[in-house]
């Protein structure tokens, strides 16, 4: 059986960082720079926010000092990842570009792509999105018909992309294109390219969440030519290379963290008056947020030695994002209160944020389904 | 302690599980669940020593390899006082400076029910402890008590005890020894730390959460070969994408269990920090969760007495309950948390 996760803890090293990154957060709360929520990895859009960070020299963390980036580890990264979710601090800006987009450039980007875009990156300069779905290719990503034709020089686009986090304010996007026509190897004939969503040709069209947020959209390519240097890595190889991309977007704390802030407001309510129940029910959401942390902690020590713990990535990301929803579920059930919207009070402000974006966490980053038949294949069921 | 020493243990153990613990001899061992000649063959390879220190012909093995070898013997439905006789029986002798007796050693985490008259040195005990696991069997039992000057570890002799036979789920002997005005020797009662039978308590919970483990692992094994196996319109079950689901959704609480079990071996020395809590919490929820879907990708099989799934799952439905339950252990982080305070719950995850 291929699943396996060894139990491991951070680096002593790491906790110095920890300690800044607590500090910089209780400054910024202190002088009233962000209100905490939950999900602000998605929906806490702060390009101010992102920018302080960069001159902390929290973004692009592990890249190389060359590209604009700290050399530092990815355990390194990890915690101040988790401070800043466990926050809920406003990190949608630059999440993205930080998380996947940046390790791909610098994997599978040209020297002049990785001077152009990972110095402005880790800056908090420059932000990307994620143009992978369509309208017809959700779960079956193999699927998509966004074409990508040779031209003298360069490539013309022609499709649309669906779900695009940001598109309206970020800078660029990697796009996922059908290259050649579909052959019997549903996975040959991608190819992926570095795309500025500014460039002629292409429309963004907003697509509101059900909670009225502007988050997603919808990015219409018509006739965009663009030039060789855009091409990220190789011709045919886009599928390779969105499945890379796709082990940074599952494995990280994102995954379980996203309605934490709801559990410390809870405990902010009830405080010593907590009765047996509350205080069991509390205890058994803590020893699993302790399961979940130590897993997602043993997955990122594995990433860090160089492994490809995709399958483990995929289990822990089933576990989280189930755990996310439940958290607030029990929540509700315990203190029987009506959540609002921007409400004043901080649990029912909390409690509405996670349930209007609560649909989105097992979805995101490929849904619990398929996400189970990777860990079904895994164990040799599939 | 040598990774050498660690693999030599584990495929001694394992090889001696694979050749000898069969099913067969399993099942011949229910009411009660004790096989005295698989158990001598454990002990002959010193199997119940290796957490002792080298000056009682031990190997110091730490915790995470005694729980490793505690998900062994799980995974095999050992019968045998596993948990008792390799980790908490040597952790107890060890702590209080004594000899290991010889013959099987239990240990129950319930002497606090014992009174305990005298003056030091002429002691004289009386009363029940309950739920002893082999108690039949054991020729001593090890449990700690409170004495007039606080904590003491009693070693106690098959001779001075009448027995009431009982059973847990699995048909394991979990008995009541009664103790009627036995005077003790002065051997028989040693001065501990205080706040071992805290410790007791919370190792006794670590042993049956890597049970645990082991006795799911089994479980899945058992179903991963089934589906595989079995076929139903045309293809095996593993083909279905409902098993597929199910299997993942059992591998997953497995595994949040198992690391969870892995992060509270590995800090137990270093003091309370509630990953013993999380590893039994965790544990007991998967154990109820895994046995549902291992029987239910079974079918009816699964529910016989002839097929083994039902060593590891009876199991699981007993052990989850021993050392105190989810409820137990939930309670116990909550107290802490509401005690510590909300500002104080991230650094409590985190520390
Ligand atoms: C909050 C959020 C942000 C997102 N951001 C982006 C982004 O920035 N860029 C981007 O490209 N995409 C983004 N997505 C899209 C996301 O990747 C897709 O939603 C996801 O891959 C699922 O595709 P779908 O929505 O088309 O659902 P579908 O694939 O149509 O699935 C619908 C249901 O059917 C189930 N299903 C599908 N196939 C199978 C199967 N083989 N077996 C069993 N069940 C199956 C699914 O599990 C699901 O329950 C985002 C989505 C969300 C919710």
Redesign the pocket.
Known sequence: MSVSLAPAVLPASSEVLRAEVRQFLSEELAAKRFVPGCDKW?GGFDLEFSKRLGDQGWLGMTWPEAYGGHGRSALDRYVVTEELLAAGAPVAAHW?GDRQSGPSLLRYGTEAQKLDYLPRMASGDHFF?????EPG?????ASVRTRADRIDGGWRINGR?????SAHRVDSFILLCRSEPPTEDRHAGLTQFVVDLRAPGITIRPIHLLSGEH??NEVIMDNVEISDDCLLGEVGSGWAQVTSELAYERSGPERFLSTFPALVALLQRLGKAADRGQRVAIGRLAAQLRALRGMSVSVASALDRGDAPNVEAALVKDLGTRFEGDLVEQIRLLVETEPEYGAEDELNRLLAESFLHM??FT????????LR?VVARGLGLR | MSDEIRTLLLDSLERLLRDQCTPERVEAAEQGGYDPELWQQICDLELHRAALPESQGGVEADLSLVTEMLKLTAASALPAPAAEALLLAPWLVTLAAVDLPEGLVTVSPAGKALSVMGEDGQLVISGEVSRVPAGRYADWLLTVANSGDGECLLLLRQDQWQVTEALNLAGEARDTLLFNEVSLSAEQAVNIPGGSAEKLWQLGALARSAQLVGALRRAQTLSHTYVQERSQFGRPLAKF?AIQQQLALLAADLEAASVMTGLAAMGFATGDNGDVAAAKVQAGQAAGMGARIAHQVHGAMGFTQEYPLHHATRRLWSWRDEYGSETHWAHRVGEQLVNLGADEFWPWLTA
């Open positions: 998605l993205v999105a994620i143009g992978m779905s290719s959700g779960s079956d990503l992309k669906i779900w695009c986090s988050h997603f649909p989105g979805l995101r980053g490929g849904t619990n389904e398929i038949g | 994408q």
